[in-house]
């Protein structure tokens, strides 16, 4: 049974591989490299390992169990009041990520919802699903939103929820609407 650290973020929970033995490294790639000196540690997903102290404002619990230890909705948070950037069901439900999990976030959707698929992102843009992301270019004074849809189609209950994130003057959610408005 493995043991993961759980981290909280402004858009969900994440995890990282907890290590407090040299026992628990064995079969890792850290297996030799890591010193009793240097544990507890834990393993991001970037490859690298890093010291562990419960003080991380970000730590949050301990989860001891197999396979993945956090579901969807707790590592992309569903209909989150401060959504900014993410995924958008046909239905207007919304999954948070921040500007760098977006394929993450896909996956992990698309495993829920449409099992056995590939091309996470194409396979969400298929199904009517609308990307979030951000639209700083790096000259911008602020980051912004922009409304990516694969058909260039949206549903009313996505045109309601842009609305309500205050997205609906947006120029590519106005021609959406204005390409759409007619079939709802």
């Not at 490294?25 to 009793?36: A, N, P, V």
């Amino acid at each position: 049974m493995a043991k993961y650290a759980i981290y909280r973020s402004k858009t969900g929970y994440y995890y990282r591989d907890y290590h407090e033995t040299l026992e628990s490294l064995k079969g890792t790639k850290f297996d030799g490299i890591i010193t009793e000196d240097k544990l507890p540690v834990v393993i991001g997903g970037d490859g690298g390992y890093y010291t562990f102290t419960e003080n991380d404002y970000m730590f949050d619990h301990f989860v001891e169990c197999e396979g993945v230890p956090l579901k969807l909705e707790q590592m992309f948070f569903k209909n989150q009041d401060t959504f900014k950037l993410g995924w958008m069901s046909p239905e207007g439900d919304t999954y948070s990520c921040d500007y760098t999990s977006h394929t993450k976030c896909a996956q992990m959707i698309v495993d829920k919802y449409f099992p056995g698929s590939s091309l996470p992102e194409r396979t969400l843009g298929k199904a009517g699903w609308l990307k979030i992301i951000d639209s700083w270019d790096g000259t911008q004074r602020e980051h912004g939103q922009f409304v990516y849809s694969l058909s260039g189609k949206l549903t009313k209950r996505q045109a309601d929820k842009l609305f309500d994130l205050g997205l609906y003057d947006n120029p590519e959610v106005k021609e959406m609407i204005a390409d759409c408005e007619d079939s709802w």
